[in-house]
């Protein structure tokens, strides 16, 4: 392992969206089995030390890669075309015509049943938006409209976390 290797080439996996995660899982605890500390204490303190930061820096990329939206944010990076969802929030009209409408579908919410039906149209829409960013990043490979992409996701994240707010509110 080499410790300037992007989190792809260190777990051994094609630079894509697409990944299988049983076998991301099982290069984790590969790798974990490799870097664990536990296997240098016959080695001395500074081993140790080493062995921890590797530890850190795998588990720290197998969290970017098992997470969908964090993975193609990385890619979108390493090709480039980061997302910098803090200051660019620069998204196609019918999208801002789409949260809009969802704000004030909650707003308008006066029950349960109408927050779980605006979370079911939000998961569906989520579901539809993974599959055609697959499609941008590893077919056309696309990274400026990848980035795109993954701010509305984030902010359908964001919205998600609202609906579920709202329905603890309302005792659910």
């Known amino acids: 392992m080499k410790l300037d290797s992007d989190d792809f080439e260190l777990f051994g996996l094609p630079r894509r969206f697409a990944q ?13 089995g490799e870097v664990h500390p536990d296997r240098f204490t016959a080695q ?22 098992k997470d969908p939206l964090a993975r193609a944010a ?15 929030t620069a998204m196609p009209a019918d999208f801002l015509m789409q949260q809009m409408a969802w704000r004030e579908a909650l707003d308008e919410a006066d029950g349960a049943a109408a927050v779980e039906a605006l979370n079911d149209d939000l998961l569906q829409r989520r579901r539809a938006l ?19 992409q993954v701010r509305a996701l984030m902010f359908i994240e964001r919205f998600a976390l609202d609906l579920d ?4 509110a309302l005792g659910q």
């Open 165 to 168: 707010r709202r329905l603890e």
């Open 44 to 65: 001395g303190a500074a081993a140790q030390r080493v062995a921890m930061q590797w530890a850190v820096r795998v588990n720290e990329a197998y969290a970017r890669l």
């Open 130 to 148: 993974l599959g055609e960013l697959q499609g941008t990043l590893d077919l056309r490979e696309d990274w400026p409209a990848a980035a795109q």
């Open 74 to 88: 990385y890619l979108c990076e390493l090709q480039g075309a980061p997302v910098r969802a803090e200051s660019n």
């Open 20 to 32: 299988d995660r049983a076998q991301l899982d099982a290069r984790w605890k590969a790798l974990q």
